[in-house]
């Protein structure tokens, strides 16, 4: 079994952002470790998020969300958000000589659809 540090968890859980304190108790819920499941939901629930916010987005991040097999979403590639869209680019060295091709993994926020600027930072168009 692996090892599970809670004193880090719970730190992470007290400085961690709103938004990825929802994802990981809906999305990623499948991936949690029980204890630390109990300690972002204490979490939310002294950030005054109700359990309907939290199915609220639940729902809203599956709708464009992919389902890995294991029930758990598909991670962005370029952060810890749900991807939403999967596309080929080209891995990169220091994030230019391109090294090889592999499949990325965007979220709304990194996605070709999101601001053309953010995107072209990561990615080369799909070929
Ligand atoms: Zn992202």
Redesign the pocket.
Known sequence: MKRFDLRRVAEFIRTAETEELLDRVTVYREGMEPVALDLMEGELDRRGVSRSEIARHAETRWKSAIRLSDGTALR????N?P?AVRARGWHRLFGVVPLFPRVFA??T??GPKASAEDANTHTDPPT
């Open positions: 962005c590639s370029f952060c958000r991807a965007y979220c926020t990194h």
